[in-house]
């Protein structure tokens, strides 16, 4: 069992950063690739970023290349997603997940913690 908890979300002006982490519990932590979706109003969830369990592997959709770094600590059982040159179309509910799956479908992921907000004004 992991449970996950996220922080660091916001309110920012566009082009600002944040850092978001997300709070693992449970021992099992280390042997989980771990994922960043966020959801906008009215939209479908959408895979942001993800990092393998040794951190040997990312991966980031083409919208935030560039721009978001995805790390983790395991020794902290904690990942965290770097935000730079933030965008009004970044505003969503972010959430981390964790999976032994395919790292982008949502679906292969086991645990997800509750969100949080991050909004980008223009």
């Known amino acids: 069992q992991v449970q996950l908890v996220e922080s660091g979300g916001g309110l920012v002006q566009a082009g600002g950063s944040l850092r978001l982490s997300c709070a693992a519990s449970?021992?099992?932590?280390?042997?989980?690739?771990m994922g960043w979706f966020r959801q906008a109003p009215g939209k479908e969830r959408v895979f942001v970023a993800a990092i393998s369990s040794s951190s040997s592997s990312v991966s980031y959709a083409h919208s935030v290349k560039g721009r978001f770094t995805i790390s983790r600590d395991n020794a902290k059982n904690t990942v965290f997603l770097q935000m730079n040159s933030l965008e009004p179309e970044d505003t969503a509910v972010y959430r981390c997940a964790a999976t032994k799956g395919v790292v982008q479908d949502p679906r292969t992921y086991d645990y997800w913690g509750q969100g949080t907000q991050v909004t980008v004004s223009s």
């Open positions: 449970g021992r099992t932590f280390s042997t989980y690739a």
